[in-house]
Nanobody, 122 residues
Framework: QLQASGGGLVQAGGSLRVSCAAS????????MGWFRQAPGKEREFVGA????????YYADSVKGRFTISRDNAKNTVYLQMNSLKPEDTAVYYC?????????????????WGQGTLVTVSS
């Protein structure tokens, strides 16, 4: 029901936008989050956006470089990634949670996309 896309290979310092499209149901009332998992590492929180888009929250590691936005009419959430670093290399997952509480906690999310790979070369 959540389909992430837009990953790829980009050079350090470059930009990339990944998308998460929902199908089968509307996620306009859900908090949408982005997580990532690098090879050999645990999944980590990247950022989240409230259902209206009025509130966002980011991990310190991406703050100021990544921006989450959403278009509820298109049932799609975006993750704009700028000034990419090799350490941003990971599979990026989108997820949906019913409430804007403990957004850093992956257990709060009921629905998950399949992930899209972002590779940043040095």
């Amino acid at each position: 029901q959540l389909q992430a896309s837009g990953g790829g290979l980009v050079q350090a310092g470059g930009s990339l936008r990944v998308s998460c499209a929902a199908s089968g149901r509307t996620f306009s009332t859900y908090v949408m989050g982005w997580f990532r998992q690098a090879p050999g590492k645990e999944r980590e929180f990247v950022g989240a956006i409230s259902w209206s888009g009025g509130r966002t929250y980011y991990a310190d590691s991406v703050k100021g470089r990544f921006t989450i936005s959403r278009d509820n009419a298109k049932n799609t959430v975006y993750l704009q990634m700028n000034s990419l670093k090799p350490e941003d290399t990971a599979v990026y997952y989108c997820a949906a949670a019913p409430a804007y509480t403990r957004v850093r906690d992956s257990d709060e999310y009921d629905y998950w996309g399949q992930g899209t790979l972002v590779t940043v070369s040095s």
